[in-house]
């Protein structure tokens, strides 16, 4: 009952195509109206697509800061400083509404008394990526540090930035309040983390927007994923192909690689990581050490999809029927009968045969093994109710399951039918079977 199931694999993991896309990076310069003069944080700014949200959790006055600066102080004219830019109450917090690769800013301390390097610390929620210091230059009469901080956080990504001056040991006569309190902020530049969106659907069903489910999978598709192509040689299935790697950070925060079948340039198929939470997850697309998609998707327990012939979540299921005689004898029926180019799949009809012969359909699927129990699987073919036999992983494939349904004698006869599968009150995608 485990007929075909390689050629199902290969088959239903191969698909591709080519695309083309480019990074862009964002830049907040406070300049034609971004934000309100004097306006105090928290505030949002939203440039190309990226919202930026200012907060600053000082306990001292944050509310009155920010002030948005069109003097120069004493910065030299045409300095990168100079007109307008921001002034912060120390420590700044920069969220973003999307992953980032990296952040750029250029900075001035204002008070010269302060010696401290202004440091940068990036995060993903509240995950440390990384953090970088720089103590600023102060240029020929003018007392104002200044610099631009950089921060490029290579394979990984991050949504939020600290932007502080740390204060060891106030200067004598000095209220720490008001040491280092503020610093000028302005030109900040972001490279988002994607080149493009990663839309993440059951390999099986390709139902769009519907969840997936751990040990399930998975095809995603975007644009300039890889520069490549390659498929997977063996099992288990590797973690890198085509120099590209696909991870997925579920809602507890766990980043884990996904095993991948296929990755090309606009589809990579992957089996969604074991143990991964229920929940929200992010998936991050990485090729050449640089982040070329990022995707959304919701995790449940189950999300059961049927594949099909066709290789499109309709029609005939990818399935065998297997009759069984009463001196249980068996023989393989097929589901369904292909031409030679790809989608013209129809169904096969199958014969009951005589009296006391069991006709066993062998449906596959993914999404389907974390059912609460057997009785939480359940089919009807034809609006009859049939009996599963079995609703499980199939060995011998990472994330393919199987599902063995008792065809009802009723149906002989009635020619094509709808068959549904329900997984603990989730129903799979409808395929339809043809009954002699």
């Not at 029926?333 to 006709?359: M, Y």
Request: net charge neutral; charged share 15%.
């Amino acid at each position: 009952m485990k007929l075909y199931a390689s050629a199902i694999v290969v088959a239903v993991l191969g698909l591709w195509a080519t695309c083309s896309a480019k990074a862009q990076t964002v830049t907040f310069d406070f300049e034609g109206g971004g934000v309100t003069l004097r306006q105090p944080t928290p505030f949002d700014y939203s440039k190309s697509g990226v919202t930026a949200h200012f907060s600053s959790p000082s306990p001292y006055d944050p509310a009155f800061f920010s002030v948005q600066n069109t003097f120069t102080l004493s910065l030299l004219p045409g300095n990168y400083l100079s007109d307008n830019r921001i002034e912060f109450r120390n420590p700044l917090d920069i969220g973003f509404s999307q992953p980032l690769r990296a952040i750029s800013l250029a900075f001035a301390t204002i008070d010269s008394h302060i010696e401290s390097p202004i440091r940068l610390t990036a995060y993903m929620d509240s995950t440390v990526v990384g953090s970088v210091r720089m103590q600023g230059v102060t240029p020929k009469n003018d007392p104002y540090p200044q610099g631009t901080l950089s921060f490029d956080s290579a394979n990984q990504t991050f949504n939020r930035v600290r932007i502080e001056i740390p204060i060891e040991t106030p200067p004598i006569g000095y209220d720490v309040r008001y040491l280092a309190t503020d610093f000028l902020v302005d030109n900040i530049t972001v490279t988002p983390a994607r080149s493009g969106t990663f839309s993440s659907l059951s390999a099986a069903s390709y139902a769009t927007g519907a969840p997936l489910a751990a040990n399930s999978i998975a095809s995603g598709f975007g644009q300039a994923l890889a520069s490549g192509t390659e498929a997977a040689a063996s099992q288990p299935a590797p973690t890198t192909l085509a120099n590209t790697t696909l991870r997925v950070r579920d809602s507890a925060g766990v980043e884990r690689p996904a095993p991948l079948f296929y990755v090309g340039p606009a589809q990579i198929n992957f089996l969604v990581p074991d143990g991964t939470a229920l929940g929200p997850a992010t998936v991050t697309v990485t090729s050449a050490g640089q982040v070329t998609a990022t995707g959304a998707v919701n995790i449940e327990s189950v999300a059961p999809g049927l594949f099909t012939a066709n290789f499109d979540g309709k029609g005939a299921p990818a399935a065998v029927a297997v009759t069984v005689a009463p001196d249980l004898t068996q023989i393989t029926q097929a589901v369904a009968r292909c031409g030679t180019a790809q989608g013209t799949c129809v169904t096969s009809p199958i014969d009951l045969g005589p009296s006391g012969t069991q006709v066993v359909l062998t449906l596959y699927g993914t999404g389907i093994r974390g059912r609460s129990s057997l009785a939480g699987v359940t089919a009807r073919i034809g609006g009859l109710d049939a009996q599963v036999l079995y609703g499980g992983p199939q060995p011998e494939f990472a994330g393919l399951d199987q599902v063995n349904v008792v065809i009802p004698r009723a149906l002989a006869g009635r020619g094509e039918v709808d068959l549904a599968i329900t997984v603990d009150g989730k129903t799979a995608n409808a395929v339809r079977i043809n009954v002699k």
